[in-house]
């Protein structure tokens, strides 16, 4: 297929890439490099395996020249910072809301028939009662980001139904591992660098999270897509997790046990939640993807060991 993804250089995406292009897609990539850069694909792109091009989803003319004669887009590019999108709410409605619709006209226009989403099973459901989450559970987002993942999932809804094309959205847990910028783990990794002695956790550090490693949220993403020919409907959408949850504190743990550190004092900032915003709660049900055979293979802890190794060898290469 030849496959457009949003975001391809980030993270997420670059991982994403690698398994299409190893799988003999035709792969191009969009992305403005506001939080990456090109070196997790620069190989591919140097064999010209995949194709680059440096470009803003929020600029619509953009993509209407240059998204084209493809069969799917995987749309990764967002502005994936929670916290911030509570200072900055314009910014995060802007890349992720109007970008997603940029890029749902660029299909409309010019007959793209597939859509992927990253989406976000934490924030989109944000303040729940009932747990683990399911997909039919009422959305409330606490924060601006919540609420622009929830806002790309009704456009993607509207779009895919009235213009007949296909769309399914990636609803994820916390997603960590190699390559990763972001996030708790690499917080913590960061701030025991800098102190090996103390640790500074955002909240009372009981908050419950779902975290899913970085290979088994590709492979899980990818079967979704594969699926979407056959889905019900013309759109559909999974939360993508790891089937339980764990504390910050044990998430604290787990870092301090990789980086072979002991002693570690832990102070808190207060309070049940990390910042405004936070979803202090989140297990996502996932029985509807492992009705497409699917189960998280990397448990939390090799997780969390092998992201650890990962940015010890980044750090020294760097
Ligand atoms: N990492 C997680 O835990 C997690 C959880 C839920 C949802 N998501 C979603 O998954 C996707 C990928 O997240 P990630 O963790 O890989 O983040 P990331 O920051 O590594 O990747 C996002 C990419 O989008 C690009 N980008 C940002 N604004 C852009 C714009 N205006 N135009 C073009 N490119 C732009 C960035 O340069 C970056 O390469 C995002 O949509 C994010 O919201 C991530």
Redesign the pocket.
């Known amino acids: 297929m030849r496959v457009c993804v949003?975001?391809?250089?980030?993270?997420?995406?670059s991982h994403v890439v690698d398994h299409l292009v190893e799988w003999g897609n035709q792969v191009f990539i969009?992305?403005?490099?506001?939080?990456?850069t090109t070196e997790f694909v620069e190989p591919l792109i140097k064999t010209k395996k995949v194709t680059f091009l440096k470009?803003?989803?929020?600029n619509r003319d953009f993509l209407l020249a240059n998204l084209k004669e493809l069969d799917l887009i995987i749309?990764?590019?967002?502005?994936?910072d929670v916290k911030n999108s509570v200072p900055f709410p314009i910014e995060s409605f802007e890349?992720?809301v109007v970008?997603t619709l940029n890029i749902l006209e660029a299909m409309r226009k010019n007959d793209i028939p597939r859509i992927a989403f990253?989406?976000?099973?934490?924030?989109l459901y944000g303040q729940v009662d009932e747990f683990p989450i399911t997909e039919r559970a009422i959305l409330h987002p606490i924060s601006p980001?919540g609420a622009s993942?929830a806002a790309g999932e009704m456009y993607i809804s509207a779009y895919t139904d009235a213009y007949g094309f296909k769309g399914v959205s990636l609803r994820?847990?916390?997603?960590?591992g190699p390559r990763?910028?972001?996030?708790v783990t690499y917080d913590f990794f960061n701030k025991l660098k800098a102190n090996p002695k103390k640790l500074e956790i955002l909240g009372d550090g009981k908050q419950q999270k779902d975290y899913l490693f970085i290979s088994d949220c590709v492979d899980a993403s990818l079967l979704c897509v594969e699926k979407i020919d056959t889905q019900q409907g013309s759109y559909d959408f999974y939360n993508l997790g790891a089937d339980g949850w764990h504390t910050v504190n044990e998430v604290a743990n787990a870092v301090i046990d990789a980086m072979h550190l002991s002693g570690v004092e832990f102070t808190y900032t207060g309070g049940s939640k990390g910042w405004v915003g936070d979803v202090a709660k989140m297990i996502l049900d996932i029985s509807k993807l492992k009705t497409l055979g699917w189960f998280p293979k990397v448990s939390f802890k090799e997780g969390i060991a092998r992201y650890i190794t990962w940015l010890e060898g980044y750090l020294k290469n760097a």
């Open positions: 949003t975001g391809g250089t980030g993270f997420i995406g969009i992305d403005n490099l506001i939080s990456s470009g803003d989803i929020r749309h990764m590019a967002a502005d994936p890349i992720n970008g990253a989406s976000s099973g934490g924030t980001y993942k994820y847990a916390n997603i960590f990763s910028n972001h996030g």
